[in-house]
């Protein structure tokens, strides 16, 4: 071993191949980190220093990454997350973290143990944007565990991701949404294809509308919950951010479609008795059980090919909502709030392809405006 540096400084030198540093804790004990080299090691030793000083607890060297991420998801996870999100974290680490990581100590999970797992998955076949969701989920249980005191650094922040592609996404034009409307008359999802296209609310939230958030009077709508499967069966959750939570004004067209649906429901209430459509959704099957998402996404494909548009994701429909927004000249902060985005940036980055368009349109109106034509 090397020399002490001073009382309490701590020693730093090899043992069997590998650089060690110890130092002496506060209680008593003393402690080792290990690196590959000296550098890392002084730096794991200074870091170890500054908390001891701090009166902050030494990390666990015997806990490993597997043990402590099931601890994090059962104990931070489940109980503080809607379970949409706390099953993909759970898939995450189930299918991929553990298998791979789960016998490596935590405190000794370093920067290059985390990329060289990325390019394993990348070389599995997994996406960019998938590996990046993956290390997204590391990151944040290793944020808690770099506040606990359990490790010195979180090095899934210090592994950089693969470079994800920006997603390209195809939102209907003005004709072919106008042709889109033509081709849902009299299906019977059309209030909600109806209400979908000029709100750009999401697929679960629009499910998750009950008749409580419609105020067909004032003409305007309240997003207050999403439908999710939960264990198979269908649950109303919680928004995912506040931001999430607005009020919408309804235009013409979908205040008809709402109106004949409230009709619609209250006639089949009236032949099936009280139990029907308990939740109060506005969106329902015929026999008034919740809309299931994915029979949703399939009927919208098959208007489309029957319409002759092109293929579009249901999703594909918010984008369309605040494309044609955009072609308005609606403001971008407007635009920002109708969709429940948490910050105007991600509104900016996301719709930034269709700007060109609208800026075209300011100019030519500014034209207007400066020489009356």
Known sequence: MGQKRGNGEGSIGQYKGRWVARLALADGRRKAVYGATRAEVAQKLAAAIRDRDAGLPSPNERTVLGDYLTVWLDRSVKPRNRPSTYQSYEGHVRLHLVPALGTVRLAQLTPQDVEKFMADKMDEGLTASTVTRIRATLRRALALALKQGLVYRNVAALADPPRVQAQQFEPLTIEQARAFLIAVRGHQFEALFVTALVTGLRRGELLGLQWSDIDLHSERLIVRHALQNVGGVPTLVDLKTPRSRRT??????????????????????????????????????????????????????????????????????????????????????????????????????????????????????????????
């Open 248 to 373: 919408i004004p309804l235009p013409p067209v979908a205040m008809a479609q709402l109106r004949a649906k409230k009709l619609q429901q209250d006639e089949a209430r009236s032949r099936h008795g009280q139990p029907w459509n308990p939740m109060g959704l506005v969106f329902t099957t015929s026999r008034g059980t919740p809309l299931d998402g994915a029979n949703a996404s399939r009927a919208f494909q098959l208007v489309l090919r029957r319409a002759g548009l092109p293929r579009i994701r249901f999703h594909d429909l918010r984008h369309t909502c605040a494309s044609l927004l955009l072609a308005q000249g609606t403001n971008m902060r407007v635009i920002m709030e109708q969709l429940g985005h948490s910050q105007i940036s991600l509104t900016m980055n996301t719709y930034s392809h269709v700007m060109p368009e609208a800026l075209q349109d300011a100019a030519e109106r500014m034209e207007a405006v400066l020489t009356g034509e």
